[in-house]
């Protein structure tokens, strides 16, 4: 009915029934319970009254729910960690009836962003670009992007953004290349200029879809190759902590220690994630996990001595 009442200078009763299919005393009834509700309408009586918004007022807030406000400032509160979004925000909160405002700007403070660490050091730091690179997606538009693969130089390439993710506190570019489909981590980029060209979207593309196979990928990368060992009982919560999903305890060793099962990208690196619990956990198999283990000890005994 809000909406109906923003694109007519003032209307009838009769209008507003005819146009929603209802019953002229239902009209009336929802135009009297949005005045009550703090929507300025107001009616005029007599020879060409009718209904209008007092001044012609506008909002692009109108039909939202008590629990829709609270969920958007919920959301909205925390990610305010400029200027310009805070201000977002307090525009929002002016452009919601008078009844709704204060359950909105109660929930847009519920939160609170911290954008630092435990050390104090900035979690924003290593993503100079991700505005420039919003933009580039929203406004589709291709860019010359600067990156730096793990131990390799900056180059550029030119890419066709396609939008953006975030996992596990890092943020991610999808780009189509001349390599097909890739994921970049927002780290490692160096430098974004927009080519003015227009970005050409694979036909059907969705961003969800893409993301969701794209980690399906790399999860199967993380968790190639298996690494089985023994671990006394009481470092059973350090490991839960520290492998997370990695670890699956599979059984009691008949000595009482633990059967583990150690997922990673390489046996190697499996090891070497281990290698700081020291005799709390065994590593039993596959040879090559041992043997890194061994080569691994005596660096560390040629570093600091014997103890």
Not at 22 to 48: F, I, K, N, W
Request: cysteine-free.
């Amino acid at each position: 009915m809000l909406l109906y009442l923003q694109t007519r200078p003032r209307v009838t009763i009769a209008e507003v029934a005819a146009e929603l299919e209802v019953s002229e005393r239902t009209a009336r009834r929802d135009l009297e319970a949005l005045a009550t509700a703090g929507v300025p309408v107001y009616s005029q009586r007599g020879r060409g009254g009718g209904w209008s918004l007092v001044g012609g007022a506008r909002t692009d807030l109108t039909g939202l729910t008590s629990d829709e406000v609270r969920a958007l400032f919920l959301l909205a509160g925390p990610a305010a960690t400029s200027p310009e979004l805070r201000t977002v925000v307090r525009k929002l909160i002016r452009a919601l009836p008078a009844p709704l405002r204060s359950a909105a700007e109660a929930a847009s403070q519920a939160n609170v962003h911290d954008g630092t660490d435990w050390a104090h050091a900035p979690v924003t730091a290593e993503r100079p670009h991700l505005t420039a690179l919003q933009r580039a997606v929203v406004d589709g538009v291709q860019v010359r992007l600067g990156y730096a693969g793990p131990g390799k130089p900056a180059s550029l390439r030119t890419v066709h953004p396609l939008g953006l993710a975030s996992k596990a506190g890092a943020d991610y570019l999808l780009a189509d290349t001349a390599h097909g489909l890739r994921t970049f981590r927002l780290s490692r980029v160096t430098s974004v200029e927009p080519t003015g060209e227009p970005v050409v979207r694979p036909e059907g593309f969705d961003l969800a879809t893409a993301w969701r196979s794209r980690t399906a990928r790399m999860e199967e990368r993380m968790h190639a190759q298996t690494v089985h060992a023994l671990a006394e009982p009481a470092s059973r919560a350090v490991l839960e902590r520290v492998l997370g999903a990695r670890l699956r305890i599979t059984g009691t060793h008949p000595d009482g220690r633990l059967e583990i099962e150690v997922d990673g990208p390489t046996v190697e690196v499996v090891a070497e994630r281990l290698a700081g619990l020291g005799r709390r956990v065994e590593v039993v198999a596959p040879p090559q996990a041992r043997t890194r283990l061994a080569a691994l000890a005596q660096e560390l005994a040629a570093l600091y001595g014997s103890p």
